[in-house]
């Protein structure tokens, strides 16, 4: 038998032939989700009740943090454990179900077609499905918006089994995970029916029905029915629901939801839904080839029934907006207004009759039901009420968005996304004990965080911050040690500029926070007290980078800002002394890095250069008259947007708004390896806007970045390729840090990642990627107060620029070292990736966009003769006051022979210059005494002519007489 090439088919429910994608030279071969792992997450973005749920049975509370879901179990001494949940943008179900498969994607247009079997008007479903397959080629997005999606609400089964999470972004999911387990990140069950967003979960007594609401421009609430034993999911009913809807609740079988001027239940009566699905599903048309199953978590589908409702008579409530609905029993709830109208709903007999209960004096935002049957109302911190109306000490402005009763624990969730725990003894006791415990957490978007290594205290770890000025210090497991608060003020003077804090750094030796805000203001606190030591404006705008380091024993401080200034102040002696005002930059100035222990200052601007500074001595033996002069400059073809040290002290790490990262050399500037922070799935590139340079993570070097634009973290080898990938912010990731210490148990090095965000989230992640999942259990403390230090008035930046004439004495000297000074080398520009010609323009002081004429200030310039003249004399006369105090074997004879040697032909180059100056006077003096002597003996001759004629016709016209003898004329002397 010829052996001839047979093509295989393989049977497929997807119409599209599957291609496998080729494989990227620079992909790793390990798997991207390897080398991340999220270890515990500080914060929390749930803004709404729907967000937030409780399971007493268990002992456990759920709540939403960007991407994730954080289950936290409270234990007997207020301690919290916690678990997350979350799943990658392309994950999909891992049960399986052939009758009821579950879907990937749907077009909510489609569902206005399947509304109209709900008004009586029967019809079939279009020809083509509008479903994306999963393998369809334009099935799987790699944008942006279809990777990040923000998890909005959160939903535990009564059972304990399960976990619903709700999302919001671009094609919303509703995830289904195990519960009783580790994290996962993995969900059992992926449904993609809502469009918009899922606004409200909410799963049955019995956890046999999943109930989802989508927002308002989504419009749908869909009841899911859960297989208990796979997790799979199953669409039983859907009706359109449009009204602004603040609670959703079930009432036994049937689901209430509660929101503005409305409050209507919605009921799943099987046998009436059959009945009168019946006739619709007899009536509905097929189309060919298109099997029922695939319709059948759709609204499309004839096995979807539709989800009856009715609405309540609201009467003197017509106006009320209902915020909280709590399931007393079957058949009654009791609803909560914003204004203060706590109702009855009782629906017991069908009628559905709404009762007016009574009225607390303060705006309600959440309620509950304990074990006991007891109502808890809150509304402010401090305002809330039980059957006795009793009120407890009172807060200003914070309300409580969500709250629940676990055991004997009270959880409650405020406006300022805090979390709360209340326990509480006997509550028939007066004097009974109650012990709080606030998870600590920013309030207000993190805007950086940074390494933290304080004498003073030893558990300190790291820091974050945020605009509102709070700053909040952790150990290395995430919690909570201190906190302080630098004073942020705005001024009238700034024209309705609000401040805000914009960089943080400390002084290891003194314990002490050097922080910059938005004005330009430079404060030093004293973390121990939270006390403000010094408050200067150094800056005319905001200040975007500070750094603290030591230099021969004196601690220096470098600030950067868009004013285009680089400052360095000396702190000694609880004193700020101001060193010097660089100004080399001609755009704001975006970040800094020092190297070599001080010696050398770099900076990057949005002008496209990095400017390299070398530390000098302005006044021999003064160690506080250190100053930095500029060595060379390295230009880019696009602007810098973080920096860092490599392998060792004397390369850089660059990362650019062209998606790349380059390599530098900081001694020569010359380029070295570079390559492009491309996405392996065939995305478009990302530009990170912080890396980090790793020494050793899991045994080899690696390049961390973050980028705002996609909110992704990524891992990169030293080569450029990708070695893992994760998402879990859903704002843009403002600042990275990493963390390294010892693992408590084996004592073995463990590396972490702390990434903030813009959504008030802290995440600790894990890049030890053979560690097993652990579990957090660590007791946050509170935070102390700061001090209430007020701003002084605005007053004029300092300033100290350093003339160039004074800089240029530094040509030849020793730097502070001791080491002789190599002569410079021109600016080198990079050659890898090569700068095309066409950016090569002339340098101005005046723009903005074109590089700076960036020379070494000592360098000598001899474009104009007579100011280089004038800077060699003056040279030489410093030269000799510093020669006659010298001894006599302080210079070595042979430099004095060869300067003698040097002295002597520039002596002789001077003395031709003025012999040959002398020499072309005289000869030019000659030229024109001859010249003017030919031109005056020609002016002669034609005087003379003239006179003769005249004389002669004179002598014809008179009568003869005797000549005169001839004389010559008196103007003959010219």
């Known amino acids: 038998m010829n052996a001839t090439p047979s093509l295989r088919l393989t049977p497929s429910n997807s ?57 936290c179990t409270v234990e007997q001494d207020l301690t919290v454990t916690q678990r997350f949940f979350r799943a990658r943008p392309h994950a999909s179900g891992t049960s399986k179900d052939v009758s009821w498969p579950i879907p990937q994607t749907s077009d909510f247009r489609s569902k206005a077609i399947g509304n109209l079997r709900e008004q009586g008007l029967s019809g079939s479903p279009p020809a083509v499905s509008t479903r994306d397959w999963p393998d369809s080629p334009v099935g799987k997005s790699t944008t942006v918006k279809d990777r990040v999606k923000a998890a909005t609400s959160v939903a535990l089964s009564p059972n304990g089994k399960w976990i619903a999470i709700g999302e919001t972004g671009y094609k919303p999911r509703i995830l289904i995970f195990y519960n009783r387990g580790d994290s996962s990140e993995v969900p059992v069950t992926a449904l993609s029916e809502h469009a918009f967003g899922v606004h409200a979960l909410a799963f049955s007594p019995d956890s046999r029905y999943l109930a989802s609401l989508g927002t308002v421009n989504d419009g749908f609430l869909f009841v899911w029915t859960i297989d208990d034993r796979t997790g799979a999911a199953a669409l039983h ?50 189309t060919p080839k298109q099997k029922p199953s695939d319709f059948a978590n759709s609204v499309l ?26 399931s007393l029993e079957t058949g009654k709830a009791v609803l909560c207004a914003e204004s203060g109208e706590i109702c009855l709903l009782d629906d017991s007999e069908n009628t559905q009759a709404l009762t007016h209960l009574g009225t607390v004096r303060f705006r309600i935002t959440a309620a509950m039901i304990d074990e006991s049957r007891v109502l808890h109302v809150a509304g402010a911190i401090g305002q809330s009420t039980l059957a006795q109306f009793r009120s407890l000490s009172s807060y200003d402005a914070i309300t409580v968005t969500a709250m629940a009763k676990i055991s004997d624990v009270v959880v409650e969730l405020d406006s300022k996304r805090g979390i709360t725990l209340t326990k509480a003894g006997d509550s028939a006791s007066k004097d009974a004990d109650v012990a709080s415990l606030q998870l600590a957490a920013h309030s207000e978007a993190v805007l ?19 605009g509102n000025g709070g700053v909040h210090i952790w150990n290395s497991t995430g919690a909570a040690v201190t906190g302080l608060q630098v004073p942020v003020e705005s001024s009238p003077e700034m024209y309705d500029l609000t401040n805000e804090l914009k960089a943080v750094a400390h002084i290891e030796e003194a314990s002490l926070l050097v922080a910059g805000d938005r004005y330009g203001s430079l404060a030093i606190l004293d973390i121990a007290t939270s006390a403000v030591i010094l408050h200067e404006r150094a800056h005319s705008a905001e200040i975007v980078d500070l750094i603290c380091f030591e230099r021969m024993g004196v601690t220096l401080i470098a600030t950067a800002s868009r004013d285009r200034m680089v400052q360095s102040f000396a702190w000694c002696d609880s004193k700020l002394d101001l060193l010097q005002t660089m100004d080399e930059h001609v755009a704001g100035v975006t970040a800094l890095a020092s190297a070599s222990d001080g010696q050398f200052l770099l900076s990057c601007s949005a002008d496209r250069t990095i400017v390299v500074r070398e530390a000098f001595l302005r006044n021999e033996g003064d160690s506080r008259s250190i100053i930095f002069v500029m060595m060379r400059t390295i230009t880019l073809k696009s602007s810098p947007l973080s920096m860092c040290l490599g392998a060792d ?147 004029p930046p300092l300033r100290k620029v350093l003339s160039y004439s004074e800089l240029s004495r530094f040509k030849r000297e020793k730097s502070i070292d001791g080491d002789e000074v190599a002569s410079p080398q021109a600016a080198v520009t ?145």
């Open 237 to 286: 009913s859907s009706n359109k629901c449009t009204s602004t809807i603040n609670a959703m609740a079930w009432l036994g079988r049937a689901i209430l939801t509660v929101g503005l001027r409305y409050v209507k239940l919605w009921k799943l009566d099987d046998d009436a839904a059959l009945g009168a699905r019946g006739a619709e599903t007899s009536s509905g048309v097929l």
């Open 448 to 466: 950086g965080v940074s390494r933290l290594s304080l004498k003073k205290l030893p558990d300190a770890a790291f820091l974050t911050y945020a």
């Open 301 to 326: 589908s004839p096995r979807s029934k539709v989800l009856s409702g009715k609405n309540s008579l609201l009467g003197d409530l017509i106006d009320a907006n209902f915020v909280a609905a709590v």
């Open 15 to 71: 119409p599209f032939l599957k291609t496998s994608p080729r494989r990227s030279p620079t992909r790793s071969s390990r798997s991207e989700e390897t080398g991340l792992k999220l270890r515990k997450v500080i914060g929390t973005t749930t803004a709404t009740a729907n967000g937030f749920d409780c399971l007493p049975s268990s002992k456990q509370f759920a709540y939403t943090a960007g991407a994730a879901a954080v289950v």
């Open 830 to 974: 990079p050659t890898q990736p090569p700068s095309p010609r066409r950016l090569k323009k002339k340098t101005s002081r005046t723009s903005i966009m074109s590089p700076p004429r960036l020379e070494p200030t000592f360098r000598p310039s001899f474009a104009h003769v007579a100011s280089s003249t004038e800077s060699v004399c003056r040279n030489l006369r410093a030269y000799r006051k510093k020669l006659a105090n010298l001894p006599g074997d302080a210079v070595p004879p042979q430099l004095l022979r060869d300067l003698g040697a040097e002295l002597k032909l520039t002596a002789r180059a001077l003395e031709e210059r003025s012999r040959d100056s002398h020499t072309n006077g005289a000869t030019m003096l000659k030229s024109m005494d001859r010249e003017s002597d030919m031109r005056v003996d020609v002016l002669d001759k034609r005087i003379e002519g003239r006179a003769d004629s005249g004389l002669r016709r004179k002598h014809l016209s008179a009568p003869p007489h005797p000549a005169p003898p001839p004389s010559r004329p008196a103007w003959s002397h010219l």
């Open 649 to 795: 002290q004397d390369e850089l790490l660059v990362s650019a708004a062209d998606r790349s990262v380059y390599k530098y050399s900081i001694k020569s500037g010359q380029s070295g390896f570079g390559f492009k922070c491309s996405d392996s799935e065939g995305g478009e590139a990302a530009a990170l806007s912080k890396i980090i340079y790793a020494h050793s993570l899991n045994g080899s070097p690696a390049i961390i970045g973050v980028s705002s634009g996609d909110k992704s973290i990524r891992l990169y080898s030293d080569f450029g390729s990708l070695i893992a990938r994760d998402w879990g912010h859903t704002e843009g990731i403002t600042d990275a840090a990493l963390l390294e210490s010892s693992d408590r148990d084996g004592g073995l090095p463990r590396t972490q990642l702390i990434t903030v965000a813009l959504d008030s989230t802290i995440f600790m992640w894990d890049t030890n990627a053979a560690t097993p999942k652990e579990l957090i259990s660590e007791a946050d403390e509170g935070l102390e107060g700061g001090a209430g230090n007020r701003l002084t008035p605005l007053a």
